[in-house]
């Protein structure tokens, strides 16, 4: 009988899971599990494992958790070379010595249509950008930032109104599907990964706070992108004229007709929701969230706070 294949797993987020559970469903030995170290979290700032970390513990799986790659060599039964090493939203970046270290290499799990959305934020850029499609590639690592070569692809629309929270669990499950269906021709080396057109990349930094910020000259179609993009982190943030605060949960861009009024003036408030003037079109808040308050439909909001005389402000 022959004998199982050695696949080693890097990653760290509640976004990993379903992609090891996959690797353990598969048969395959896992000698180790890389993830980040633990970490502050939470209110309270308690020091926590990651879900990955958690996961590994309970199937009796070993675990390492470098600060730094620097000294691969340290790492637990890195004498012992693995088939493949499966990397899925670790959060460092792997050096020579440790892509060199499988039998196969690396190959890593990226939630975009590569070369579309290199970088850290795909699953929010795509959206950003008015995607209709997404998914998962299946990528032979390199040195580069998501540059090597597709094994495999699996996409997905993305639906009307999904927010990134929505689309990142799909795409979880989507990447596990995409890992199971690529290993066996993988470790048989029979697959031929397909280079990246480097000319049709488009890089996904990094979401920083300071994007949320809604800016009502940009139209109601862009607005409402940035509203689900930025669900459930960190979150749109609009501003009325008198200092006033709103996180923005949901939002749609209603048919655009004429300008009924300048970028940030409230042109109707109901249980609806509260219709506002942006660049182009009107932006139809539908849930939001006062500082400190809990989430709330616009209706309840509207109950405990008037908008009587209010504009919204970039």
Known sequence: MAASPSIAFAGTPEFALPSLRALVASGASIPLVLTQPDRPAGRGR?????????????LGLRVAQPASLREPARLPGFDERPDLLVVFAYGLLLPPTLLEWP???????HA??????????????????????????VMQMDVGLDTGAVHLVRSTPIGHGETSGALHDRLAL????????????????RTVATPQRAELATLAPKIVKAEAAL????????????????????????????????RVWQAAAL??????????????????????ATGAGILRLQRVQPPSGRVMDVEAYLAAHSLDGAVFVA
Do not use: M, Y
């Open 215 to 246: 800016d009502w000259h940009s139209s109601a179609l862009e607005l409402e992108r940035k509203v689900r993009a930025f669900n459930p982190w960190p979150v749109a943030e609009a501003k009325l004229a008198d200092g006033r605060r709103l």
């Open 46 to 58: 308690k020091v926590t494992a990651s879900p990955v970390k958690e996961l590994a513990l309970a």
């Open 103 to 109: 039998r196969l290499g690396c190959i890593n799990l």
């Open 174 to 189: 989507l990447a596990a599907e995409a890992l199971s269906a690529a290993l066996p021709d993988l470790l048989a080396g």
């Open 255 to 276: 048919e655009p007709g004429s300008r009924a009024a300048g970028a940030g003036h409230i042109v109707a408030a109901s249980k609806a929701g509260i219709d506002v």
């Open 112 to 137: 975009s249509i590569l070369p579309r959305w290199r970088g850290a934020a795909p699953i929010q850029r795509a959206v950003l950008a008015g995607d209709a499609t997404t998914g998962v590639s």
